[in-house]
């Protein structure tokens, strides 16, 4: 039998109605000959319930015990879609990530898939079931406590059992009707993509595009699972939604198929850093170590250079997450306590944000960040930092000008058009 996997995300299972409205897109394709495994996550604001039941209840929670609340959520659903599909006709039954079993490794609340041996849902599908309903999010971990994936997660259940079973395809129901080439809020022309490339996907779900988890990309990538976004509030055929697959699927692709932009962005700069080997490693291994998430880099020249510094001196500029601001500046300034690194100042610009384009053409293609540059210069946006991957250009800019230079960057790149 040809099988598919149908993820439901929380709005698509966020009341029984719902539930109903999924279980009929499931009915559809079993009637087509497919076998379904069915991955469901907790109702719409569920898991937000239990994780605050835990944190009231304990705030130095011990781990085993959130994942066993907050995994509960997973589980009505999973019960209540498997007893829908039986009111349907269609023989279904539901499975906790124990029962599979979805093994994982033990970190609570972050664990990875280890193995998902098939046996036990295709004897249940040889002895005549259709579909198997798995509690998205969850696993058991190697001393048999729950375990969940991090928030998300159930994206990346889907995908891990797309591979695991071979499926045809994996289907990804959630409240928008595909992936579009920038946020359709920033801009009415941004356009659904019909067809986007793992690696270009990849880029934009870490951009923070949040239509799927980014494991879950990076998991469909190496196992090459096809991966289709599509709304569950929709009538859906074959052709709905966005196919999310290899490059060499796609016939025709723009040089930049995406614009991103991300808001919650800090930039910081140590002014007048010495310039010698070894100074990179001193500023960088203690913020990874209280956690900071560097992102963009820029060394440049300090305008002190051979003013009231004799020696070789430079700037260090990064960009974190906004949140992390502070974990960062004390990090910063407990390595300087400690005498590990020396700077004159340190400066925090909360006002930025990142701007992104994306597309796997740029490998092949010459021109693309002067035509970035140009299109900004032209709104009078000024660049802060710039930095590049093989099929990312981003910028950091003043926040204000975020959405202007979105909407340029989507005209200079002909975006609306498919
Ligand atoms: N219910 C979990 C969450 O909200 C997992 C998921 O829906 O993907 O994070
Ligand atoms: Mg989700």
Request: proline share 3%; with cysteine; hydrophobic share 45%.
């Amino acid at each position: 039998m040809p099988l598919l996997v149908m993820k439901f995300g929380g709005t698509s299972v966020a009341d029984l109605d719902r539930i109903k409205n999924a279980a009929q897109k499931v009915q559809r394709e079993v009637e087509r000959g497919y076998d379904v495994i069915v991955i469901v996550s907790a109702m719409s604001g569920k898991t937000n319930e239990l994780v605050g039941w835990v944190e009231q209840t304990s705030p130095l929670f011990d781990a085993r015990e959130y994942d066993a609340v907050v995994s509960s959520g997973e589980n009505v659903t999973a019960g209540l879609m498997a007893l829908t599909l039986q009111e349907m006709g269609v023989p279904a039954r539901s499975w906790q990530g124990w029962q599979v079993p979805i093994n994982t490794t033990a970190q609570h609340s972050a664990a990875r898939f280890v193995e998902i041996p098939r046996a036990n849902i295709d004897q249940k599908f040889a002895e005549g079931f259709k579909v198997a309903v798995v509690a998205g999010f969850q696993g058991i971990g190697p001393d048999g406590r729950i375990t969940t994936l991090g928030r998300g997660g159930s994206d990346t259940t889907a995908v891990a059992f797309a591979a695991a079973f071979g499926a045809e395809r994996c289907d990804i129901y959630t409240d928008v009707d595909g992936v579009y080439t920038t946020d359709p809020r920033i801009t009415t022309k941004a356009r659904k993509l019909d067809r986007i490339a793992f690696e270009e996907m990849l880029e934009l779900a870490s951009l923070g595009a949040k239509v799927l988890q980014t494991r879950s990309v990076e998991l469909a990538m190496r196992y090459k699972v096809r991966l289709r976004v599509l709304s569950s509030f929709e009538d859906t055929d074959e052709n709905s939604g966005t196919l999310i697959c290899a490059e060499e699927e796609i016939m025709e692709s723009k040089v930049v198929n995406g614009v991103a932009s991300s808001r919650d962005e800090a930039k910081i700069t140590l002014v007048t850093v010495e310039d010698r080997p070894g100074i990179s490693a001193a500023i960088f291994a203690p913020l990874a170590d209280a956690g900071v998430n560097v992102d963009m880099i820029v060394q440049n020249i300090s305008e002190k250079d051979y003013e009231d510094h004799p020696g070789s001196v430079t700037d260090m500029t990064f960009s974190v997450p906004i949140n992390q601001v502070d974990r960062a500046k004390r990090a910063m300034e407990e390595a300087k306590a400690a005498g590990q690194i020396a700077y004159d100042e340190l400066v925090v610009d909360t006002e930025v944000a990142k701007v992104s384009v994306v597309g796997i053409g740029m490998r092949s293609h010459t021109g693309v960040a002067a035509r970035m540059f140009k299109a900004l210069a032209d709104e009078n946006v000024n660049i802060k930092v710039i930095s590049t991957s093989e099929i990312k250009i981003s910028v950091l800019i003043d926040r204000k000008y975020m959405e202007l230079a979105v909407q340029a960057l989507h005209d200079a790149f002909g975006l609306e058009a498919a």
